[in-house]
C-alpha cells in the first residue's frame, strides 16, 4: 500500500500514538499478571513500531516525519495513561491514617460493602487508628469521597497490588465456600 507523501507524517504520528499506548498496556498487563494478554499486546505494538520506523527511516530527509515521530511518542504516553485510569484493572490497597476517632468512617466503610481492617497506632503526635481496605482498583474514587466526608484531615495512601489470594466481593456478603474460620490461640 503506497500513502500519499504529505498524509504520512499523520499516519507516523497515529500509528506513533498507537504504539506507545499499547506499550503502556503492555506494561500494565505485565505488573498485574495478566500473562495471556501481556505477549498479544507486544506482538500488536512491534508490528506497528516496525511499520512506523522503516516508514520514518526511508524519509529522514523530511524534518516533518521526525516531528511527526516525536509527536505521537508525546501524545502516545498520555493517551497509554488515560487509558490505564479508564480500565481500572487490578486490586489497591488503601491505607488510612487518622488522628480522629475512626468509627465513622469505619461505619461508612462497612455500611458500604467495604471489608476493612483497623489498628490502633502510636503516631508522632499520639494514637492514631490505622485503617487496612483492600478494593477493586474501580473503588478507589468511592473511597476517596467516604474518607473526605467522614474524616477529611486523614491521611491516605492508595497502592498498587500485584496479587489478591482470594475473591474481593464488594457491597455483598462472601459466599460460604469463600468463607474462612480463624483460631486465635490466647
Avoid at 503506497?2 to 499499547?22: G, K, T
Avoid at 503492555?26 to 499486546?41: E, H, N, T, Y
Wanted: proline share 4%; with cysteine.
Amino acid at each position: 500500500m503506497i500513502i500519499p507523501e504529505f498524509i504520512l507524517p499523520f499516519v507516523i504520528f497515529i500509528a506513533r500514538i498507537c504504539d506507545v499506548s499499547l506499550g503502556t498496556l503492555r506494561i500494565i498487563f505485565v505488573a498485574k499478571g495478566f500473562k495471556q494478554w501481556a505477549p498479544l499486546v507486544a506482538f500488536v505494538e512491534i508490528l506497528i513500531w516496525i511499520f512506523m520506523i522503516s516508514t520514518t527511516l526511508k524519509h529522514l530527509d523530511n524534518w516533518i516525519m521526525a516531528i511527526a515521530y516525536a509527536g505521537g511518542f508525546a501524545a502516545g504516553n498520555y493517551v497509554g495513561m488515560l487509558i490505564d485510569e479508564k480500565l481500572t484493572l487490578g486490586h489497591e490497597l488503601v491505607r488510612i491514617i487518622t488522628k480522629m476517632n475512626p468509627d465513622n468512617l469505619v461505619k461508612a466503610l462497612k455500611e458500604q460493602g467495604f471489608g476493612i481492617t483497623l489498628i490502633k497506632a502510636n503516631g508522632f503526635n499520639g494514637e492514631v487508628g490505622v485503617i487496612y481496605v483492600i478494593i477493586k482498583r474501580s473503588h478507589i474514587v468511592k473511597i476517596e469521597k467516604l474518607v473526605k466526608k467522614f474524616n477529611p484531615h486523614a491521611l491516605y495512601t492508595i497502592e498498587d497490588l500485584r496479587f489478591v489470594n482470594r475473591p474481593i466481593f464488594f457491597g455483598e456478603t462472601t459466599p460460604k465456600k469463600h468463607r474462612y474460620k480463624f483460631a486465635f490461640k490466647k
